[in-house]
């Protein structure tokens, strides 16, 4: 299904999902013309600015074979993290190192579990939410961690050619991103690794250490996530990012991404993160009960996978 | 004598592949039938088609003098037919009771009657002559006593015939000397048995009368008493021997790699060998006699337990493939879709997987051009079709995947290439190809261990052929001397 260059590149997916954003965009433009305005597309962008790290992230674990359901609670902890030491007067490059830092030690803890122990990702991702979002709630006793310092808000208040830097950050982040897991080598294994993880070894190529190191690099991702959430809100807080990393397996799974492993593709996933924000905002614009926009996104990942099953069945792919 | 298994004129195709030909033979209720021939002489699917797994093509099966066409496995148990395969089809996790209940559990309105369970349970393995207690958790039994506990269900289902696929394969001497007390005390008890087996000792110690098949045919339907090991052999084999001379023997190179008292509990142990520069050497040997095995300890695939190894004259013992393929040594996989082929990837990136500092720049990333140009290369070589480098490998036949595997380990441009089981399900043009490129290498020098089960094969490939039985290397025979009727003698004797 993804080719990893040249003309079935994932591309056929990609421009499938393009087109689906193009006309849902004129629907909505031709519906409801305050769709169009600055307001409205710069609130849509920056609403995308932490679910586009958690895609990515939930990307590089799937094509690696695995599955990463702590990446919410992940950012919570995080958040909560960095703003506890600012509170307590820590200078910011370190509060912010600190978050990061604690991000990549339980994705440590969960690749060495998955790897190691050669325990069920599932499993292990959902022991380590529970556990992060846990002692977010301990650090904090479930308040808000606010009265930040005024340095550490405009980080995600700035702007540059009109919109948030956060958002020029992401976009620079998918970017770069995208380019290595499909150029990179040692990114690019991840390929094999989440095909057939037994064969990349006796490739010669190892499974295990690329996916840890992708582990911490996701959880890592949810920190960034993080930074950009608590200076733009001002404040850490352990229920942040509740949910966040099933929307984000599901944009990614949008993207091409496979359950199964081996396959995604990051650009893919920012275009599934920016159709699910679509659909949200025309919620929004129609005044119609957000109660159905659970419902529409279900709907709309159902129909992608279902597409997908039946297309591959008639190219004739074997089981 | 009335027979309670007839087989009439069965045959069974896969595509253009016939797999058993006009077979026919009778077993007899309170008999011991054997069935004995080369791997890939068609025991396995004579056995499915008694299982009711697969449906013959031709022919036809009577049982009790009656036509059955069997729907599947629940309907040939129903009819008292049930098969022991060499996997074992029971549940580790439940008791041996559950196990040999399973789907015959007595009940009270839906619920399992304990008490019931156990006794019938208890009941069945008397019958075999076993007092295993049935409350034990499977998983905790030997080998050998799943085994029982598998004929014992067999029995509870009113088997009258009873299929075994290999029974001593996993088995130690003792447990086989047991299994053999309860075949031969089923037999007294009216229980016909057939018996799938290449290993001739006990299949003449046992059976009461032994078919040979050959290439899908039955050769030959014997009374054990009137026959010997040197006839079944002869008749397995079927061909005079071919004389291996006018193989092109390049002058023996240096010894190349060097294999001492290698060991690894308990697939094998006590192997010594040495392959020189330019040396095709043939790995003989029944499934399971510990080939792969030591193919993988070679390759790092699996850790040394005991023995050394030198490559090239320096100390060689690689810790994982990596190792070993920086240093030289590559590994065919014998399991091409399960432990080769990234299936759902392109043909380049199949062909590049463990030789990828050749395609990439110096900073890491892959060069797409330069990617292209060397998987093209060897997809010509090796004259895969379609030729098509960004086409996903599983869209292809078996016999291309198995090149594109191979092109694999010629990129690796290996010192040490085994190769394991080359050419297993594929088609004759593929075969050829994948022998030409192996003949190829080794005229350049590469050593190569070609481990097959397709004796005429590893004949016709090999310079030295080493035999193995029960993870023993039993005898290295030269070319000279190694010849189907050798070959045989040594690994199923």
Redesign the interface.
């Known amino acids: 299904?993804?080719?990893?260059?040249?003309?079935?590149a994932g591309f056929g997916r990609e421009a499938v999902l393009l087109a689906t954003i193009l006309a849902l965009a004129a629907g909505l433009a031709v519906a409801r013309p305050g769709f169009l305005a600055s307001e409205n597309l710069i609130s849509i962008a920056t609403g995308m600015v932490y679910d586009l790290p958690l895609a990515m992230a939930a990307t590089l674990v799937l094509v690696v074979g695995g599955i990463d359901l702590s990446l919410g609670a992940v950012l919570a902890l995080s958040s909560v993290v960095t703003t506890l030491s600012l509170r307590s007067g820590v200078p910011i490059p370190l509060a912010i190192a600190a978050g990061l830092g604690v991000a990549a030690a339980v994705g440590a803890l969960n690749g060495l579990l998955v790897t190691r122990f050669r325990l069920a990702p599932f499993i292990v991702t959902l022991g380590t939410m529970s556990l992060a979002r846990g002692a977010a709630v301990v650090l904090t006793s479930g308040y808000m961690v606010a009265g930040l310092p005024p340095a550490f808000l405009a980080l995600g208040r700035e702007r540059l050619l009109f919109l948030p830097v956060a958002i020029w950050i992401v976009v620079a982040l998918l970017l770069f991103g995208h380019v290595l897991l499909r150029?990179?080598?040692?990114l690019?294994d991840a390929?094999?690794v989440g095909?057939?993880r037994?064969?990349?070894?006796?490739?010669?190529?190892?499974a295990d250490a690329l996916t840890a190191s992708i582990y911490v690099t996701s959880a890592v991702l949810a920190g960034v996530a993080a930074l950009f959430m608590s200076s733009r809100l001002g404040m850490g807080y352990a229920r942040f990012g509740e949910l966040a990393e099933l929307r984000a397996i599901a944009a990614a799974v949008l993207g091409g991404a496979a359950f199964s492993g081996?396959?995604g593709s990051i650009l893919g996933s920012a275009l599934g993160v920016l159709l699910l924000a679509l659909i949200q905002n025309g919620f929004v614009l129609l005044n119609a009960s957000i109660h159905w926009q659970n419902v529409a996104t279900g709907l709309v990942l159902l129909l992608a996978i279902s597409i997908d099953a039946v297309r591959r069945r008639f190219s004739?792919?074997?089981a | 004598m009335n027979a309670l298994v007839t087989l009439d004129g069965v045959s069974k195709r896969y595509g253009q592949n016939t797999v058993l030909h006009d077979v026919s033979f009778e077993v007899a209720p309170g008999s011991i039938h054997a069935v004995v021939g080369e791997n890939g002489a068609g025991k396995s699917t004579l056995m499915h088609i008694l299982g009711g797994l697969h449906r013959p093509d031709g022919g036809r099966l009577l049982l009790d003098g009656k036509i059955v066409r069997l729907k599947g496995p629940l309907d040939a148990i129903e009819r008292g037919i049930s098969s022991v395969h060499q996997e074992l089809s029971l549940f580790p996790n439940r008791t041996v009771a559950q196990n040999i209940m399973v789907r015959r559990e007595p009940t009270r309105a839906g619920f399992v009657k304990r008490s019931e369970l156990e006794a019938r349970a208890t009941e069945a393995l008397a019958r075999v002559g076993s007092g295993i207690d049935p409350t034990l958790p499977l998983g905790r039994l030997g080998i050998g006593e799943q085994q029982v506990v598998e004929i014992a269900r067999a029995l509870e289902r009113r088997a009258r015939l009873l299929v075994l696929d290999e029974p001593t394969a996993a088995l130690t001497d003792q447990d086989a000397l047991r299994l053999f007390e309860v075949l031969r005390d089923l037999r007294a008890k009216g229980v016909a048995v057939l018996y799938v087996s290449h290993r001739l000792p006990e299949v003449l110690a046992l059976a009461d009368t032994i078919s040979v098949l050959r290439d899908g045919r039955l050769v030959a339907t014997l009374v054990a008493a009137e026959t010997s090991e040197d006839e079944l052999v002869r008749l397995m084999v079927g061909r005079e021997p071919e004389p291996l001379a006018e193989r092109s023997v390049a002058e023996p190179g240096p010894d190349l790699l060097v294999v001492s008292n290698l060991g690894r509990a308990p697939a094998f142990a006590d192997v010594n060998f040495s392959l020189r520069r330019g040396e095709v050497l043939g790995f003989a040997g029944l499934i399971g006699a510990g080939r792969t095995e030591v193919a993988r300890v070679i390759f790092g695939a699996d850790l040394l337990a005991t023995g050394s190894m030198t490559l090239g004259g320096e100390p060689f013992s690689p810790r994982t493939p990596r190792e070993a393929i920086a240093l030289g040594v590559s590994y065919l996989t014998e399991d091409r879709r399960g432990l080769g082929l990234f299936l759902g990837l392109s043909l380049r990136d199949n062909v590049v997987a463990a030789s990828q500092d050749a395609v990439v720049s110096r900073f890491g990333f892959l060069r797409p051009r330069r990617l292209k140009e060397v998987a093209m290369a060897l997809l010509r070589r090796l004259d895969v079709r379609p030729l098509d480098d960004e086409r996903e490998v599983s869209h292809l036949s078996g016999g291309n995947q198995q090149k594109v595997l191979l092109a694999r380990w010629l990129m690796a441009t290996p010192r040490v290439l085994i190769a394991d089981e080359p050419t297993r399900g594929v088609d004759v043009g593929a075969k050829q190809r994948i022998h030409a490129e192996l003949q190829g290498l080794s005229r350049s020098g590469v050593g190569i261990i070609l481990v097959s089960s397709d004796l005429r094969e590893v004949l016709s490939l090999s310079h030295r052929v080493a035999v193995f039985r029960a993870g023993r290397l039993v005898r290295i025979l030269e070319a000279v001397e190694a010849n189907e009727e050798a070959v045989m003698r040594y690994a199923a004797l």
């Not at chain 1, 037994?198 to 190892?206: D, F, T």
């Open positions: 299904m993804v080719e990893v260059f040249g003309k079935r150029r990179y080598r040692p690019h390929f094999y095909q057939n037994e064969a990349a070894r006796l490739s010669g190529l190892r081996g396959a004739g792919e074997r």
